[in-house]
């Protein structure tokens, strides 16, 4: 089939890398694929994959997306189109329309619609309601990454709203790979105690503060690497100097492969104070990480299964965060139950859950593109 993956931007983030990967994975299934991106962040580029046919707008915004694709949708007729975040979801099911297309429509939501609209009228938010509302005609699947934010949206749009949980793909046979690379990061080469990683945006909502005021509590041979990078940068330096951590909290920056760090580490700590579904999180476990997180909305309680598979924590709750990392050092998670966690998020379960809430019947739609 020919089917469409869209995202507004790609980055060094979730949404971006989770689409890239949903992509790949369909190419791998023997589909054609085009990849379209309003926007590549600069200094990046999307990384090749057999099969995935890059189409980048080139557009700053998601609605200067709309005569782009407009024009893409009418020329390449997809079957399929999925598309990721709710505004693009909006705009894509108005594009459809208006290109006359009877491509299957799978829009999903990674954020809390809580950030997202509005009931104050005549707001932005407001007005975005409303036309995703109107979209809800058109689009043939609405998910979201996780059960908690399905329940999130029957609060906001009322009990009858369509969405359904589906999870990203996060364990896919290229991951898998990526973690048999040489490491490079020098706690990883020369072990001389646990070795705790993160991974994230350098910003608020992540926690990293808290992770490193935690590091003062936790025993002093463990090392902490937080991969990422961001506007924090210089907060979280001082933070680790004032806590004469240096020797201890490294931030390296972005890394093009965190998965070979994650396969030598012992512990993984979301700190997180938000959510919509931690990818990273499922990213460690799949690479054996024994896994610490905090009880954020959404998706780390789900994900652990109540924290039978790791340690929960409360949000902004230091001295527990400390406590947890702790344990997570002392008692391991056993690798079959890290496997049992990550099963949901492997491709091949992904893609047929796709494919069955679009009612296709043997990998053939039930309608062409027109």
């Known amino acids: 089939m020919r089917i469409c993956v869209v995202t507004p931007r790609f980055a060094i983030s979730g949404v971006p890398l989770a689409q890239h990967r949903f992509a790949r994975a369909l190419a791998a299934a023997g589909h054609q694929v085009d990849l379209v991106i309003g926007r590549v962040d600069a200094h990046l580029a999307v ?31 997809p079957e399929i189109i999925f598309s990721a975040e709710d505004h693009l979801n909006t705009l894509v099911t108005f594009v ?13 939501s990674r954020v809390t619609p809580f950030d997202t609209y509005s009931d104050r009228w005549l707001t932005k938010r407001w007005w975005l309601k409303h036309l995703s509302r109107l979209s809800f005609r058109r689009a043939n699947v609405l998910s979201c990454v996780s059960h908690d934010m399905v329940d999130q949206y029957r609060t906001v749009f009322g009990p009858n709203a369509p969405h359904v949980a589906i999870y990203n793909i996060v364990d896919d046979a290229a991951s898998r790979a990526s973690m048999a690379e040489p490491a490079d990061e020098p706690w990883l080469v020369d072990k001389r105690g646990p070795v705790i990683v993160a991974a994230g945006s350098l ?44 020797e201890r909290v490294r931030l390296p920056g972005f890394t093009d492969n965190v998965m070979k760090s994650f396969a030598r580490a012992d512990v993984f700590v979301l700190s997180s104070l938000v959510e919509g579904m931690p990818n990273v999180l499922v990213q460690a476990m799949m690479a ?7 009880d954020c909305p959404t998706g780390p309680r789900e994900v652990l299964d109540d924290g039978r598979f790791g340690t929960l924590v409360p949000v902004r709750d230091v001295k527990a965060l400390a406590a947890g990392i702790e344990q997570a050092i002392a008692a391991p998670i056993a690798g079959d139950l890290l496997a049992e966690a990550v099963l949901p998020f492997e491709e091949t379960t992904v893609i047929k859950r796709h494919f069955v809430l679009l009612d296709l019947v043997s990998g053939t739609p039930t309608c062409a593109s027109a």
Request: glycine share 10%.
């Open 47 to 77: 990384p090749p994959s057999p099969g995935v046919t890059l189409v980048a707008l080139n557009v700053p915004q998601v609605r200067h997306m709309a005569v782009p694709l407009w024009r893409y949708i009418r020329k390449a007729k």
């Open 96 to 108: 459809a329309v208006a290109a006359r297309s009877r491509a299957r429509i799978s829009g999903s």
């Open 203 to 246: 910003v608020p909502w992540k926690g990293f503060g808290d992770l490193i005021e935690a590091m003062a509590s936790v025993r002093a041979d463990a090392r902490l690497i937080i991969f990422g990078e961001g506007p924090l940068r210089g907060e979280l330096e001082a933070r680790i100097a004032r806590l004469e951590l240096g």
């Open 288 to 294: 054996g990480c024994t896994p610490v997180s905090t």
